[in-house]
């Protein structure tokens, strides 16, 4: 009997490790394809600002161009309401191609979820203060994950071609949702440094890929829409 026991105990340990060998195979496996699927999508910046002003022949394919908007993923500000150092990185490099007209028009999108803590308005005062208009910078205040910030650029601001601003290892995860919502989107790194913590951050978006695979499998709705808000118009209407 205790032989038996013992064998029984043996054959669920292998089983369980099998599991738990085979979960960690398919977790790496979703992770390389969505990067291998959206790896030409996302152009240099310096190379796509040449090119847009005739001075460089790059061998990817250009659509940034006829982008409707730029949409900009929130970071995080900090207690006295300013940009986190990497969405102030995002938000540069948003400007920067807002100017050499990569799109008309801008997406601030991230969290506004609570009175005290408006993560878009500090994303629109910036790039003002920075000299874009304030009629060009639309405000997502239900932007609480990447997901539903493309999701939400899709059906609120009826975008269809998009040019995603965020550091490169987030871009592959956005540019595969925006795939799976059917939209025409590149993305443009705004990376300029490597910051403290990226190792964390890149394992834990391991996770964050994996399970946007299986959301954008499903669709669901985002936590909020509403009447749309074409991003042709007026970015004003989405004042606070």
């Known amino acids: 009997m205790k032989k038996q026991k013992k064998a029984l105990s043996k054959r669920i340990l292998r089983l369980f490790l099998c599991l738990i060998v085979a979960g960690i195979a398919?977790?790496?496996?979703?992770?390389?394809?969505?990067?291998?699927?959206?790896?030409?999508?996302?152009l240099d910046k310096d190379?796509?600002?040449?090119?847009?002003?005739?001075?460089?022949?790059s061998?990817?394919?250009?659509?940034?161009?006829?982008?409707?908007?730029?949409?900009?993923?929130?970071?995080?500000i900090r207690e006295d309401g300013s940009p986190t150092p990497m969405l102030a990185e995002r938000l540069n490099a948003a400007i920067e191609l807002y100017k050499s007209h990569a799109a008309p028009k801008l997406i601030m999108s991230g969290d506004h979820s609570r009175k005290d803590y408006d993560e878009v308005?500090?994303?629109?005062?910036?790039?003002i203060e920075k000299g874009v208009p304030s009629e060009d910078i639309f405000m997502d205040h239900a932007g609480?994950?990447?997901?539903e910030s493309i999701y939400r650029a899709r059906d609120i601001f009826q975008a269809q071609n998009i040019l995603i601003v965020t550091q490169k290892y987030h871009l592959y995860r956005a540019l595969y949702i925006a795939n799976a919502l059917s939209l025409n989107a590149q993305g443009v790194p705004s990376d300029t440094q490597r910051y403290s913590g990226q190792l964390y951050r890149?394992?834990?978006?391991?996770?964050?890929?994996?399970?946007?695979f299986l959301t954008s499998l499903y669709k669901p709705a985002p936590t909020f829409l509403g009447e749309a808000i074409p991003v042709n118009g007026n970015g004003n209407v989405t004042n606070d």
């Open 144 to 147: 609480f994950s990447t997901y």
């Open 26 to 42: 398919a977790a790496l496996g979703i992770n390389f394809y969505i990067q291998k699927t959206t790896e030409d999508q996302i």
């Open 121 to 127: 308005r500090t994303m629109k005062d910036y790039a």
């Open 202 to 212: 890149d394992l834990r978006e391991i996770l964050a890929r994996d399970k946007d």
């Open 59 to 76: 061998s990817k394919k250009d659509t940034a161009s006829t982008a409707d908007c730029i949409l900009v993923l929130g970071a995080g």
């Open 47 to 57: 190379q796509f600002l040449a090119s847009s002003k005739g001075d460089s022949t």
